[in-house]
């Protein structure tokens, strides 16, 4: 895991101290051991870890400026992206959501484990902002939703002029053709498609810009967004 991490960070134009490498690559043992009894992750072979957990998550620094920014990751999962960005840089106010309360508890059992501080939230995305509404620099989110959904999730946390990453796979041009409309009456602008190498793949990381508030209404219950998505 630890050799296939530092191998990948070149072309992603990161480096790690040897004390992060040392604090991933125990995050990934914790994440793996943990697995045998939840599941948190279909990636159980170590390389593939390191590759399409860890890289893939750190390139999400150099797609936007994260340096002592406050971050919410939504449907964050295991922890993806948001805790291998908080152990690459560690000035990140990190907030951590998800829907499942057994994910969260094992999260808030191991972040200390490993050195990184983050605030764990178990609640539904549409309903968590109400509390919290346009109070992050940036949110990140990844594999949870076609773009157009994912944006009305997102979009509402994201202060006025900060930014939403949206990590994709091979259909993100169309994704962002397809929520272009929905970007727009959320209040975002895209600004560009990062791209940049895993493995033997190319990933994508949509960089979207909030350039106005979101209206008021958004977002709906999670039932109409996924019924007649923007």
């Not at 594999?143 to 959904?149: H, K």
Request: charged content about 25%; aromatic content about 6%.
């Amino acid at each position: 895991m630890r050799e296939t991490l530092l191998a990948g960070l070149p072309a992603l134009g990161l480096a790690l101290t040897d004390g992060q490498a040392d604090r991933l690559c125990q995050f990934g043992q914790l994440l793996l051991e943990k697995n045998q009894v939840m599941n948190l992750t279909a990636i159980t072979e170590p390389k593939a870890v390191a590759q399409l957990h860890f890289l893939d998550s750190m390139a999400v620094l150099k797609a936007a400026d994260c340096k002592g920014k406050s971050v919410v990751d939504v449907g964050c999962g295991a922890g993806f992206p948001g805790v291998p960005m908080a152990i690459a840089e560690p000035t990140i106010r990190l907030t951590l959501l998800d829907s499942l309360q057994k994910r969260v508890r094992w999260l808030q059992e191991v972040l200390p484990q490993v050195g990184v501080e983050a605030q764990c939230v178990a609640a539904r995305a549409e309903e968590y902002v109400a509390g919290c509404r346009e109070q992050y620099d940036v949110a990140t989110s990844r594999a949870v939703a076609r773009l157009n959904v994912l944006a009305e999730l997102c979009l509402p946390y994201v202060k006025v002029g900060g930014c939403f990453l949206a990590l994709k796979g091979a259909m993100t041009r169309e994704e962002v053709d397809e929520a272009k409309k929905a970007i727009s009456i959320l209040g975002g602008q895209v600004e560009r498609i990062y791209e940049y190498p895993v493995a033997d793949a190319v990933h994508r990381i949509v960089v979207i810009r909030k350039v106005k508030s979101t209206p008021k209404p958004y977002p709906r219950k999670f039932a109409k967004i996924k019924q007649a998505p923007l």
